[in-house]
């Protein structure tokens, strides 16, 4: 189990690293805009799977959810009713609702479940028992 949650929290910060350079260096309206969201919901499902035995359908659904309710959140102002200054804090919690990041949040919780069913199931079993 710890060498599942290791790999776990290695993808984690990988691919944090990656939303990060995305964020502070890439300007063009489709990778920052699309794929970014699409990462950041994997970025959320690594992390959880770093720490939490959840079966792989169950939190990505989870996941899923949250980050629904944060794009929700973004139809209404509220990081503006919060008077949140902190440019950090604004992009994590968005400021404008689109339908096109839920399509994006869906597709990275589809990845999610590919990638742990297929691709992880494979590196973390020995001798065919998952660990």
Not at 19 to 34: A, S, W
Not at 87 to 94: E, H, N, P, S, T
Request: glycine fraction near 4%; hydrophobic fraction near 55%.
């Amino acid at each position: 189990m710890k060498k599942k949650k290791c790999i776990y929290f290695i993808a984690f910060l990988i691919l944090l690293a990656v939303e990060f350079f995305i964020g502070l260096f890439v300007h063009d309206r489709f990778i920052r805009t699309y794929v970014g969201d699409v990462i950041v919901v994997i970025v959320l499902y690594f992390l959880v799977r770093s720490i939490s035995p959840e079966k792989p359908a169950f939190l990505c659904l989870w996941i899923l959810l949250f980050a629904a309710c944060v794009e929700v959140t973004q139809v209404f102002p509220l990081v503006d009713l919060l008077v949140i200054k902190n440019r950090f804090i604004r992009v994590v919690m968005g400021t404008s609702f689109s339908w096109k990041d839920m399509i994006a949040y869906i597709a990275g919780s589809v990845v999610n479940l590919i990638m742990d069913l297929k691709i992880f199931k494979d590196v973390t079993t020995r001798g065919g028992r998952r660990e």
